[in-house]
């Protein structure tokens, strides 16, 4: 299981760090991701870390502000997301994600983050 945290309304070119907190399973084991749904809008790929820590890909629309990473000791992943903009408003969401992909599952669940101009 997989639970979101750490969103908030703040305003544009501010930062936040979302948190992805595992219970049970075997957290190490498993490539990670975020994804983001806009209200009316699908549910979209923004980053992914592989089991170990060490890789990581960024959709193009959040990289260089964004960046992931994961603690398997805590079994937390998070999400720095600096220079915000209002256009990364949305609900987070963090899953597993099939490698070189842009597919995840298992979605927890999620935290709104809302960005003022």
């Known amino acids: 299981q997989l639970q979101a945290s750490g969103g908030g309304m703040v305003q544009a070119g501010s930062s936040l760090r979302l948190s992805c907190a595992a219970s049970?399973?075997?957290?190490?084991?498993?490539?990670l991701c975020w994804a983001r749904q806009a209200p009316g809008k699908e549910r979209q790929f923004v980053a992914a870390v592989n089991w170990g820590g060490t890789t990581t890909y960024y959709a193009d629309a959040v990289k260089g502000r964004f960046t992931i990473s994961r603690d398997n000791a805590a079994k937390v992943m998070y999400l720095q997301m600096n220079t915000l903009r209002p256009e990364d408003s949305a609900v987070y969401y963090c899953g597993g994600i099939i490698w070189n992909t842009t597919t995840g599952y298992n979605w927890g669940q999620g935290t709104l983050v809302t960005v003022s101009s």
């Open positions: 049970g399973g075997y957290f190490e084991n498993y490539a």
